[in-house]
């Protein structure tokens, strides 16, 4: 044998014993690596079920509160009985009746001719118009705000008043909320009417864009719809918050320009004033109703899904916390 052979045979024979223990590692390896493999595979099939079935939860979650939803809907009937009845309670007892509906606001709009065009003399800032028309503007804020703080000041004991739909019979409770908020926009409706009429006769027929008054509103009839249904249930659990909701409405009436233009607010402070959510819907009901403007199609398309976005979860913290309304009332 040739010495490179020699060398060869020599290199082979010492690394055979090596070869064959891999070998046995191998052999004994693979069926544990096979093993884990399946584990794994087991665990991961655990986790992906976990969360298709969580999914189908939450979509059956989701099915229910759009069930619920629909059933405001299918109560249609009981809703306009309690909004009659919301509005007859009010002046129950009284002679006029209902005629107080008309009569209260016209009271309250002459009072304002007579304090802002006689007294005062007032002018709108920075628009040029006459006493009557800023008298007018300022009760434009006056009934906007309205709407907005009845229902604000009544939500947190709706519950409470009424105790018998929650403990005697089922009852859609989710209907009362609603039921309140409708009936605070029959009065707006009747003081936007009203503006209306003596805008006609004291400054003249108002610009096209007030058409678009319904539009403006919208969004803040989703928000205010939010708020009642929040307040309501969670005056259930705080019966303490009856009474921090009236210096709060309070609040929100003066940090708002309700009773005076943005302008007029100093500009360190007009941010902070901006920011109100009440704000834009006052602005763009002036804008629309007495100065001409159009609303911004992207800013009340922004406006109408937040206000939307946030009355499906007021209304789904009210679907979920009813449930322990008998327990505390």
């Known amino acids: 044998m040739k010495p490179r052979e020699a060398r060869l045979a020599l290199d082979l024979t010492a690394f055979s014993p090596l070869r064959q223990n891999a070998g046995l590692r191998w052999r004994r390896l693979y069926p544990r690596i096979i093993m884990t493999f399946r584990r794994a595979c087991q665990h991961a099939a ?11 939860i939450e979509a059956q979650t989701v099915c229910r509160n759009l069930s619920m939803q629909i059933s405001v ?8 009985d309690f909004v009659r009845r919301d509005l007859a309670t009010k002046f129950r007892g009284s002679a006029l009746g209902s005629v107080w ?10 009072v304002y001719f007579f304090v802002f065009s006689v007294v005062f003399k007032a002018r709108w800032a920075g628009e040029g118009l006459n006493s009557k028309a800023s008298a007018l503007i300022l009760f434009s804020g006056l009934i906007t705000y309205t709407f907005f703080s009845e229902c604000f000041l009544r939500a947190p004991m709706l519950m409470r008043e009424n105790p ?6 089922v009852f859609p409770l989710e209907v009362l909320p609603l ?5 605070a926009v029959v009065n707006a409706a ?3 009417g009203l503006l209306l009429l003596f805008n006609l006769v004291f400054v003249g027929l108002p610009p096209l864009s007030a058409i678009a008054l319904p539009v403006v509103l919208l969004p803040m009839f989703f928000a205010v719809l939010g708020v009642t ?22 609040a929100i009436m003066y940090l708002s320009p309700v009773f005076y233009p943005l302008d007029m607010v100093p500009q360190i402070l007009r941010f902070a004033v901006a920011m109100n959510p009440f704000t834009p819907v006052l602005e763009n009901v002036r804008h629309v109703f007495f100065f001409g403007q159009w609303p911004d199609v992207l800013g009340m398309i ?3 899904a937040v206000s939307i976005a946030f009355l499906c979860a007021c209304y789904w913290f009210f679907m979920k916390s009813k449930k322990g309304f008998p327990d505390v009332l």
């Open 46 to 56: 655990g986790i992906f079920s976990t969360v298709c079935i969580g999914l189908t």
């Open 73 to 80: 809907l299918r109560h249609r009937s009981l809703l306009w």
């Open 101 to 110: 509906m008309i009569v209260t606001p016209i009271l309250t709009l002459l």
């Open 164 to 169: 018998n739909f929650i403990k005697k019979v």
């Open 179 to 183: 039921a309140i908020t409708l009936s």
């Open 190 to 192: 009747i003081g936007y």
């Open 229 to 250: 249904y929040l307040l309501a249930s969670l005056g259930v659990y705080l019966p303490d918050i009856k009474l921090l909701v009236p210096p709060i409405s309070m």
């Open 302 to 304: 922004i406006q109408l």
